[in-house]
T-cell receptor
Framework: AQSVTQPDIHITVSEGASLELRCNYS??????LFWYVQSPGQGLQLLLK??????LVQGIKGFEAEFKRSQSSFNLRKPSVHWSDAAEYFC????????????FGGGTRVLVKP | NAGVTQTPKFQVLKTGQSMTLQCAQD?????MYWYRQDPGMGLRLIYY???????DKGEVPNGYNVSRLNKREFSLRLESAAPSQTSVYFC?????????????FGPGTRLTVT
């Protein structure tokens, strides 16, 4: 069965430090990959996406993610976090075979310490 | 553009009561989705509509019904609410196309069933 795993449920990081959020997927086909962010009480906002081409993709708010096919991973990174980055982050995967549907990971909640 | 809107924002129901969650999008998107979000489980797809006039079950459809009223609107109905349906419900939409798999989310409806 297709699945998306975010191994870290919570991460605490100091303001100004770097952040990396992990995402692993299990799909037979070439995946389309997304990271979404959810601020408290809000809906989900798309941070970045990967369809094909360059495996390092840039997104909004200074985030980037790298697709590694050999590791079935799509990890999200930010070199220097800001207090406003405190939120929950979701990795999502779709495939052509899945058509209209995305599968989401369980989410990683990020807490930023001053 | 308002994007994806949802009403109501909050709702408390007693077990056995019914209600309809409303969703509308003004982006001329073909596909619309209903998800529920529970702690640690990410977003799980309840129902989706690939285009006006069609609906399909997602991962967790039991206890729910949907109506794709027109291209803009997609409603979710709970006929007899149960405490297990306490959750945050999100509506999403996307353009149907060859490479546009990203979905755009509404702000959510927080539902409590007592």
């Amino acid at each position: 069965a297709q699945s998306v795993t975010q191994p870290d449920i919570h991460i605490t990081v100091s303001e100004g430090a770097s952040l990396e959020l992990r995402c692993n997927y299990s799909y037979g086909a070439t995946p389309y990959l997304f990271w979404y962010v959810q601020s408290p009480g809000q809906g989900l906002q798309l941070l970045l996406k990967y369809f094909s081409g360059d495996t390092l993709v840039q997104g909004i708010k200074g985030f980037e993610a790298e697709f590694k096919r050999s590791q079935s991973s799509f990890n999200l990174r930010k070199p220097s976090v800001h207090w406003s980055d405190a939120a929950e982050y979701f990795c999502a995967v779709g495939t052509k075979a899945a058509g209209n549907k995305l599968t989401f990971g369980g989410g990683t909640r990020v807490l930023v310490k001053p | 553009n308002a994007g994806v809107t949802q009403t109501p924002k909050f709702q408390v129901l007693k077990t056995g009561q019914s209600m309809t969650l409303q969703c509308a999008q003004d982006m001329n998107h073909n596909s619309m989705y209903w998800y529920r979000q529970d702690p640690g489980m990410g977003l799980r797809l309840i129902y989706y509509s690939a285009s006006e006039g069609t609906t399909d079950k997602g991962e967790v459809p039991n206890g729910y019904n949907v109506s794709r009223l027109n291209k803009r609107e997609f409603s979710l109905r709970l006929e007899s609410a149960a405490p297990s349906q306490t959750s945050v419900y999100f509506c999403a939409s996307r353009i149907s196309g060859a490479s546009t798999y990203e979905q755009y989310f509404g702000p959510g409806t927080r539902l409590t069933v007592t």
